[in-house]
């Protein structure tokens, strides 16, 4: 089997129902079964993907498995939210594809777990950004379902400091305010200059998946539960303690924006994923929304 498919099935597969109410995990109250999830660890140890001692896999297999089945239900319901479906002429594209690439000595369900995971995955790239009004309303009431944060912070050494700091800091400070008052306490190289404004990749605004990577996970924590404009109160991360800044809409516009109209499904996909009530069977350990994966009980 070509090892694109394998790294893209991996990433995220689509599966068909099996008739059972047994869960594996849910999302947002959509069942993923256990049958689907048992019927791709088969397969992957049947093409050498994963391998089995006594009949038994390796649970950090299972639970890479699990996440990819979180994602792709995930997927779904962003491609439904948008009033996108895969078609009929999606699924003859890829298994077309597939064919050409000589992938009939693989199971028949593991194909059509391919062509079902191709197929939404083009869809997805259909999926149009929101109306630069809803992009600005759903940034104002809940930023992270954007797929993104847009972050300014100062961090000292100890609590009372962040306290007082905060103290200085109206409810809702303006993005030059948040700037002063970092600039005069935080201990961040070059606070005075940047205001305390974080950079990322792409921008401004960093996707959620770049936060994931990338960033203490307290301080992820902080972030994805501060509200746009407000700052929080003092937030513990290895690094010291943080006052964190969601910024407000009129300074960051340009970038949520042009992050947004880049990869609208990409980063709608990351914002139904950290804003979804994802739960799994204790078995297989636990959704980390930080992460964004399974992990361990």
Not at 13 to 33: E, K, P, R, Y
């Amino acid at each position: 089997m070509p090892r694109r498919l394998i790294s893209l099935l991996i990433a995220t597969i689509v599966v068909a129902a099996c008739g059972t109410t047994n869960s594996a995990a849910t999302i947002n109250g959509s069942d993923i079964l256990t049958t689907d999830l048992e019927q791709t660890i088969t397969d992957f140890v049947t093409i050498g993907e994963a391998a089995s001692t006594n009949g038994v896999v390796d649970a950090e297999t299972v639970r890479s498995l699990l996440t990819s089945l979180i994602r792709a239900e995930a997927t779904n319901q962003v491609i439904a939210a948008a009033g996108e479906e895969v078609t009929d002429e999606d699924l003859a594209s890829v298994r077309e594809q597939l064919a050409e690439q000589g992938t009939e000595d693989l199971p028949e369900t593991l194909r059509e777990l391919i062509v079902q995971l191709n197929a939404a995955q083009a869809v997805l790239g259909r999926v149009k950004a929101p109306s630069p009004q809803d992009i600005a309303e759903r940034y104002n009431s809940n930023p992270k379902s954007l797929g993104m944060l847009c972050v300014s912070h100062l961090v000292v050494n100890d609590e009372s400091t962040a306290k007082t700091a905060r103290a200085e800091l109206d409810d809702k400070p303006t993005d030059a305010q948040f700037a002063e008052v970092a600039g005069k306490y935080s201990i961040e190289p070059n606070a005075k200059e940047s205001g305390g404004a974080l950079t990322g990749q792409s921008g401004t605004c960093i996707s959620i998946n770049e936060w994931q990577a990338g960033f203490d996970p307290d301080f992820v924590a902080g972030a994805l539960a501060a509200r746009t404009g407000i700052p929080t109160q003092p937030v513990k991360s290895s690094f010291g303690w943080h006052v964190i800044f969601i910024r407000p809409f009129t300074a960051v516009s340009e970038s949520v924006s042009a992050n947004i109209t880049s990869a609208p499904g990409e980063y709608l996909l990351l914002g139904a994923l950290a804003d979804a009530d994802i739960s799994v069977a204790s078995r297989y350990g636990r959704w980390d929304p930080l992460a964004g994966t399974v992990v361990a009980p």
